[in-house]
């Protein structure tokens, strides 16, 4: 943020705000931490504040902490779209265009309130008054505790907002091991512990909590994982009935597809998961090195994110998709083997 942001954002909330806080659509550990640890800073500032998500988000997210206060968009929508037609203030968080969140575009377009991005995706839009954006960072959660720090208020960070911090970045950095992973987001990490985040029951309740039915369709992912040596790339393929077949629910397929990166050689990972509800292919790329799954999702699968973690989509059916990967994965060799 420059010097002008924020002397903008504390004149804003100088006076008492009606706020809301926003994460994308099928929110992950670092939208729910962020818009979380946001909320309880404003709280404790005296700000009214609410977050409001698009849709539901995975079980292994809601223990944390002011969790049941948040307002669910398409479960709560009277009270939902009441709140944005009078906040003055909205916080957008881990996304930067407003197609992102689903059903509730509609409602933020109309909205009269002053934006206020925070993000760390490629290509932002222009939409709020004051854009925070750097695709640099590890993650918007280490965004938002650089937002407090901004406003001379890191005293005001507790063990709750700590500890939502300290969730999203551990997601989104894969633990602390992807490139985004700089010395500055180990000195803010050290600085959640030291304000009360407990790394390992942090690390248990998002890892170490799985179903019967997760671990069993973990095992029909891989059994299902397609190795293509000469592109240095491996996928994976679950469709609607294997899912239902495992009782599948939100968030039972998170991580699934790192396992690719994990195999010897392999620099290009995907997973493919058909949602017959909504029509589409769903599609998670992650890639080491330099080859920019960005690039990849948004040129060919309608989507985008970061160099080494993106996501995407098709409308097409299972067998078509994986086919239309095929062919265009045969124009990249050269990338994928420089």
Not at 148 to 166: F, S
Not at 180 to 197: F, M, N, P, Q, Y
Not at 299 to 312: E, L
């Amino acid at each position: 943020m420059n010097a002008e942001d924020i002397t903008t954002v504390k004149s804003i909330l100088s006076q008492p705000q009606k706020i809301a806080i926003i994460p994308h659509k099928n929110p992950d550990g670092d939208a729910m931490g962020s818009c979380l640890a946001l909320y309880g800073f404003l709280k404790g500032m005296g700000q009214t504040a609410h977050v409001i998500a698009p849709n539901d988000y995975p079980k292994f997210l809601k223990w944390m902490p002011e969790n049941d206060s948040v307002i669910n968009f398409e479960r709560e929508n009277p009270k939902a779209g009441r709140l944005l037609e009078e906040a003055t203030v909205i916080f957008t968080l881990d996304f930067n265009d407003l197609s992102r969140v689903g059903q509730m575009e509609t409602a933020l377009k109309a909205a009269t309130a002053d934006f206020i991005m925070i993000d760390h995706h490629q290509q932002p839009g222009d939409y709020a008054k004051v854009t925070y954006s750097d695709v640099t960072m590890s993650s918007t959660c280490e965004m938002v505790y650089n937002f407090i720090q901004y406003l001379g208020e890191t005293d005001a960070i507790t063990k709750d907002i700590a500890t939502n911090l300290y969730t999203g970045i551990m997601t989104d950095t894969g633990s602390f091991k992807y490139r985004s992973t700089s010395s500055k987001t180990h000195r803010v990490v050290a600085e959640l512990i030291d304000r009360g985040a407990e790394n390992m029951e942090i690390h248990r309740q998002v890892f170490d909590t799985n179903s019967p039915s997760r671990l069993h369709l973990l095992g029909v992912a891989l059994s299902n994982m397609v190795i293509l040596p000469e592109y240095r790339t491996a996928y994976i393929t679950l469709t609607q009935e294997e899912l239902d077949a495992y009782d599948y629910k939100k968030g039972d397929t998170e991580g699934f597809v790192n396992y690719g990166l994990t195999l010897e050689g392999i620099i290009f990972a995907l997973i493919f998961i058909e949602n017959k509800e909504e029509g589409i292919i769903k599609i998670s790329l992650r890639s080491t090195g330099d080859f920019s799954v960005n690039e990849f999702a948004r040129n060919h699968f309608d989507g985008g994110g970061h160099t080494n973690a993106a996501g995407g989509r098709s409308e097409l059916g299972m067998e078509e998709t994986i086919s239309r990967f095929n062919d265009i994965l045969k124009t990249y060799k050269n990338e994928l083997n420089p």
